[in-house]
């Protein structure tokens, strides 16, 4: 593979404008951000900011032009605007310097960088930016999304509940100081199975009349533990043993406290970059600039058009390809007991005692609440999908936080994937949607192939709803579907058309389920 010397890097997705030279090293890095005069980034501004900066931001860190081998800029996701000015920036300069093109994407950008700051080498990456929010795994030459927000980024949303309470911008740091002296109320917490949602979250936030500290502790405490808790939930299918935080809001040392209370609690091991590695810089477009030409992926100037839209998981990562791949998955504890993301099983005389384990990265009151809320909902709604047709184990009793049920003899789908096992998923999906039942969770670990008749028994059942909504059956199957492309991208074609078989045998609207699967799948959350 070749060599390349100094890279210079120019990140510009959204409000700041930010450039770096990296060879074995950040040798300089300087930015210029664009602060609004009120309201959040208006994007033409933010690039009419930039074009105006951008020859003295180049000019202070690029003194030696002759040892630059190398441009890189970042391609997307981001602002149409702002990128276009990058881009063309990045195109002129590599034609002056005769030197070849990268096109980074940010998401892969603020990850790399990460591993390089920390030392972390194969981590569950929470990526938690103004308008990104994703928990990101590496497997077989791509950055896998095991899960995200399905609105809005994390950061979006808190820079909207600040401008609704005439807050500057951003919003982030000055709801952090808040919150330190404030108290935690019930706020709405929105979940679902691997993805999460923040827009019921902060419109309520908005309307509430409590004083505006507790409403910013409340606020931070319910969007934090959202974040943690898909990332636990990955953690937990992946059997990885690394956490790495990437992205502005990972300068908040609340989330970084409850991400480091979690991996602890699992023998995981927490990362984060210093903090001029957190937020958007050029630091990190020009190292994966530079991974991405010693790997062979240059760009030609005719192919360098933006992709505001640019998602992690359309990255080949050649650079990354002698990296372990993901273990199996962490099930056991002892013989007679198997963990979860959310709760420990212990067998005894032919009966599974599922107990919600308390999270001590969540406020005492919401964690509380969230065990009990689950436990009774889903002693309830797998006594009506029992009642439905939909296999699931017995239950023989309830408490506030323990389901004592059957133990259902048989293999976890995620270690016993077939095309007839995944048929059969689909199958009894189909039956749980036509009871107006959604799941919540529905990934692979969450089916067991039973022994003696070969079908399909559903379990955990803690983040199910009623609902007639065909919005929620969509994100049912997208989240059945995320975890397969994950998991086995290879075969995710031929198991999502299996499911998609099966699925069509059991429920009438099928056609319209899956079709809003595909919209969820591809609505843009880079707004």
Not at 5 to 21: K, R, V
Not at 178 to 194: C, I, W
Not at 220 to 235: G, H, K, N, S, Y
């Amino acid at each position: 593979m070749p060599v390349f010397g100094q890279i210079l890097g120019i990140e510009g997705t959204a409000w700041n404008l930010s450039a770096a030279l990296f060879d074995q090293d950040v040798i300089a890095l300087s930015s210029r951000p664009y602060s609004p005069a009120h309201g959040g980034i208006h994007p033409r501004e933010a690039a009419q900011h930039h074009a105006s900066v951008m020859k003295e931001l180049i000019a202070s860190i690029l003194t030696e032009p002759e040892k630059i081998t190398g441009i890189a800029f970042s391609q997307g996701p981001g602002l149409g605007p702002c990128l276009r000015t990058v881009a063309t920036a990045a195109r002129s300069l590599a034609c002056a310097l005769n030197v070849p093109l990268a096109g980074v994407n940010h998401c892969v950008a603020h990850v790399e960088i990460g591993c390089w700051a920390t030392g972390c080498r194969d981590p569950i990456v929470l990526y938690a930016s103004g308008a990104n929010t994703q928990v990101i795994g590496y497997l077989n030459s791509r950055y896998r999304i095991f899960g995200e927000t399905l609105d809005i980024g994390i950061g979006n949303a808190l820079d909207k509940f600040a401008r609704a309470k005439d807050l500057p911008h951003p919003g982030g740091p000055l709801i952090e100081t808040q919150a330190r002296s404030g108290h935690y109320f019930e706020l709405p917490y929105t979940v679902k199975g691997m993805d999460l949602a923040f827009s019921g979250l902060v419109s309520a936030a908005k309307d509430s009349r409590e004083p505006l500290s507790n409403v910013c502790c409340s606020l931070q405490e319910t969007a934090f533990a959202m974040c943690v808790e898909v990332t636990e939930r990955a953690l937990s299918l992946t059997g990885k043993d690394e956490v790495l935080l990437v992205g502005g809001v990972g300068a908040n040392t609340r989330l970084q406290e409850m991400l480091r209370i979690m991996c602890e609690d699992r023998d995981a091991r927490f990362f984060v970059p210093e903090r001029r590695y957190l937020g958007d810089n050029g630091a990190m477009i020009a190292y994966t600039g530079k991974l991405m030409l010693e790997s062979g992926q240059s760009l030609p100037i005719e192919a360098s058009q933006i992709n505001p839209s640019f998602r992690s998981d359309g990255v080949n990562v050649t650079w990354k390809q002698n990296a372990a791949p993901a273990s199996a998955p962490i099930h056991t504890t002892t013989p007679d007991q198997k963990r979860g993301a959310e709760a420990v099983v212990t067998f005894c005389e032919g009966r599974a005692a599922k107990q919600r384990i308390p999270k001590q990265y969540r406020i005492t009151a919401l964690d509380k609440r969230l065990i009990m809320e689950r436990t009774r909902a889903e002693a309830r709604v797998i006594h009506m999908a029992r009642k439905a047709g939909v296999p699931t184990p017995i239950i023989s009793d309830i408490t506030s936080d323990t389901i004592v049920m059957e133990n259902v003899q048989g293999h976890l789908l995620t270690g016993d994937l077939t095309e007839a096992h995944v048929q059969e998923a689909g199958r009894v999906t189909g039956k749980l949607h036509a009871a107006g039942i959604m799941h919540g969770d529905l990934t692979t670990s969450n089916m067991i192939i039973r022994e003696s008749d070969g079908k399909c028994v559903l379990i955990d059942f803690g983040l199910a709803q009623v609902t007639p909504e065909i919005e929620q059956r969509g994100v049912d199957i997208h989240v059945f579907f995320q975890t397969v492309e994950s998991t086995h991208p290879q075969k995710a074609a031929a198991f999502k058309a299996a499911f998609v078989s099966g699925y069509k045998e059991t429920f009438q609207w099928a056609d319209a389920v899956i079709l809003r699967e595909h919209e969820i799948e591809l609505r843009g959350r880079y707004l």
